[in-house]
């Protein structure tokens, strides 16, 4: 183990944006799909990268997760069959698994590789991979859904990388169609959406698909601080066939009790209600 720096740069279809950390490497493996590293950083624990993008750190990764889930969860508490796409890392089942009224969770990640090296070095992530509620597909999550019934899942979270290299389709007009199939009536789905201010085209983008699938007042984007995600402000989309409004419907007393109980770190009420408050450039963005 030799203590080291190392560039990490993420790229959309202009630019990139590289950050330098320093720290061990103490994972490599080229899968059929993409490299896979874990570094053991000195500012931010141990980081997964993929093709030398950041996809989570210990310890900051809980903006992202706590964020992607309790969201669209305490929204809806009476969710219980939810659908996971990508997320490898366990990130987001971990969460998923403080509702205990989710009776089933189903997690397709393309890459067994990102399950082996959280399993092993990203244990307060992948803790819950192996709950009994949990079943596990190593698929492609396109196949996955193309090959699902109508009308099956509550929720539907897409915790997918970065749209370059094998995560690219889960940002195309198709699969969110797919997603919208999939989800019963009263369903709902959240995604990550990328950075508004480094991955402007994907993020207005995808908006538009969603809001052309769910229709335009049934999307609702928000957003969180990341600090190792490029420019760390970091968005996600809720999108709803069901009747939940983000905040009309929004009860803060039951979202306090959660998260004093789990002892959140990023998640609160205050915290959910202001991340739908977007930024003038960002409305802009989207009305545009
Ligand atoms: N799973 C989330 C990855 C996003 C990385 N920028």
């Given at each position: 183990k030799i203590s080291r720096s190392v560039w990490l740069t993420d790229r959309n279809e202009n630019v990139a944006l590289s950050i330098r950390h320093k720290g061990e490497h103490i994972f490599y493996e080229k899968s059929p799909y993409q490299t896979v590293e874990i570094f053991d950083t000195f500012e931010y624990g141990k980081m997964l990268t993929i093709d030398k993008m950041v996809m989570c750190t210990e310890k900051d990764e809980n903006a992202y997760h706590e964020m992607i889930v309790h969201v669209p969860m305490l929204l809806n508490p009476s969710f219980s069959n939810v659908l996971v796409i990508g997320g490898g890392d366990g990130g987001s089942v971990r969460e998923l698994?403080?509702?205990?009224?989710?009776?089933k969770i189903t997690i397709v990640e393309i890459d067994e590789t990102i399950i082996r090296a959280s399993k092993q070095y990203l244990p307060s992530l992948?803790?819950?991979?192996?709950?009994?509620?949990v079943d596990l597909h190593i698929e492609d999550g396109i196949t996955f859904i193309h090959n699902t019934d109508n009308e099956q899942y509550d929720l539907i979270i897409v915790?997918?990388?970065?749209?370059?290299?094998?995560?690219?389709?889960?940002?195309s007009y198709e699969f969110y169609r797919q997603i919208y199939r999939c989800l019963k009536p009263d369903g709902a789905m959240a995604a990550n959406?990328?950075?508004?201010?480094?991955?402007q085209k994907v993020f207005v983008d995808i908006n538009n698909c969603l809001s052309d699938i769910f229709g335009k007042e049934n999307v609702h984007s928000y957003l969180s601080f990341i600090p190792t995600y490029p420019t760390g402000m970091w968005s996600f989309g809720y999108a709803r066939?069901?009747?939940?409004?983000?905040?009309?419907?929004?009860?803060s007393e039951q979202a306090e009790i959660f998260t004093k109980k789990h002892n959140l770190k990023y998640y609160n009420p205050g915290i959910h209600r202001s991340a739908f408050c977007l930024p003038t450039f960002v409305q802009n963005m989207l009305n545009e």
């Open positions: 698994i403080r509702h205990s009224h989710i009776q992948s803790s819950q991979l192996n709950n009994e509620k915790d997918s990388s970065d749209p370059v290299g094998p995560a690219e389709g889960l940002f959406t990328e950075s508004p201010c480094f991955n066939k069901g009747s939940m409004h983000p905040l009309k419907n929004f009860d």
